[in-house]
Structure formats: C-alpha cells, structure tokens
C-alpha cells in the first residue's frame, strides 16, 4: 500500500515537477504543496501587466510643437545649405547671352573653390565689395561673369580678340549683341594688356558688346566669389550644365 501511495505521489510530483519547472526559479519554498500550486498563475498576471504597459498608446505631443520642430529644422537645413554648399540664382540681365538668358534659374556651387583654384572658363557669381566702381552703385548687389584672367597673367583684348599672356585664347561661347539698324551700333571695348594681381581675377561677360565687367572696373577679389554656376535648372527645355568642362585645359599652377 505504502509503494502504492509513494508510486502515486511520485508521479503527482514528477507531473507538478515537470509541469511547473519553468515556475521553480520564483519559487522559495520547495515543500510537495508550493511545488504543486500553479505559480503559472503569477506568471501571466505579469506578463499581462506587461502587455497592458507596452499596448498603452503614448501621448503624441501637440500638433503645433510637431511642425514648428518640423520647420524649424526645415529653416535649419535650408540655410545651411544656401549658406555653405549652394543655392538657385536667376539671370537678370543679358550680359552672358547666349550662354544664360534672362530668368534662366541656375544652381550655384559653393564648395568647390575651398578645395580647388578658380580656373578660366568658369562662370561664377560674386559680390561686389571692394570694388569701387561697383560697390558704389550696386552694394550688396551680386554679378555673374566669366573668369578670363587668372593671378599673375597678362590679360587683352584687340579686336574682339582676347590674348592671355600675348597669346589668343579660344572663345566659343561669346556673343556680340544684334543692334536695330536705326539705333548706332555699340563699339566692342578692347582694352590694354593688363596684369592680373595676386588673389584676383578678370572676368568678362559672354555677351561683350552687352556687359559691364573688369574691362570698366578692374578685377574681382577671390573672397567675393560666392560660387560657381553649375547647372541651369529653368526653363525646361535648358535644363542641363552650363558649360562643357573643362573649357581650357590650363591649369592654374
């Protein structure tokens, strides 16, 4: 009878035991009755305390706070870029027909020139600080023109002929503006040689009959240059890069 009661609750045991071992390590007292309880129970009261916990939905902030930090961040971003790798200008004038027509909308690169020198050929937007002629008329105005000249070399023009250190350069992107038969026609302004000094350029207009550039005013100091025009992005059918780069194979030494 003994080994009957013992085969029998040995095996309540070994079914407790087997059904409740995973319980055990929460459990203090091991006697027959705490490890036939159903700890299980404690078990899923927690894990429902837990689901409750994590299906609780969290309060979304107010709808304003969310995008003023959505425009906030935006503005912050935005100025970043205008500011340090590039921004959209328009053309307002038609000194660099037919390379850029008026209210074409260019991409201005900024990063460029902290890596690398301006080179011939480049057309690039800047200030006109410290530019007597300029600054006087159109502060805190910006122009767009063409590098022709770099630091150290001799730079003129005879005859619509531009010469780089007494040498003629290749100029296919010039344009001589078309004046009405009944209106006197625009003499093209050929200039002396002149030397370009250190850490500045001399820049002309595409359109050389139509532009107001270092041939009335001098040259252009490398800290006013803002950046490069690289992509014309309006109207539609011009959409594309400026200029076929390099235009010149010299390179600045």
Known sequence: MLTSVMSTLGSNIST???????????????????????????????????????????????????????????????????????????IPSSSMEKTLLIDDRLIIEKIGYHFEQPQRGDVIV??????????????????????????GETVSMKNGVVYVNKKPISEKYTYITKIPNDQPERPLEDFATRTVPPDKYLVLGDNRKNSYDSRYWGFVPKENIIGRAVFRFWPINRVG????????REKQK
């Open 16 to 90: 407790c035991w087997i059904s409740n071992s995973v319980e055990l390590d929460i459990e203090s007292d091991f006697s027959l009755t705490s490890i036939c309880k159903p700890p299980i129970k404690i078990t899923m009261t927690r894990d429902l305390e837990k689901q409750k916990k994590i299906a609780q939905p969290v309060e979304s902030e107010n709808f304003f706070v969310e995008i003023t930090k959505i425009l906030a961040t935006a503005g912050i971003l935005a100025f970043g870029i205008r500011t340090f790798v590039a921004e959209a200008r328009f």
């Open 241 to 248: 890069t400026i200029d076929q780069t390099p235009l010149y």
């Open 126 to 151: 800047f200030k006109t600080d410290h530019i007597q002629a300029l600054e006087e008329k159109y502060k805190d105005e910006a122009f767009i023109k063409r590098i022709i000249g770099l630091p």
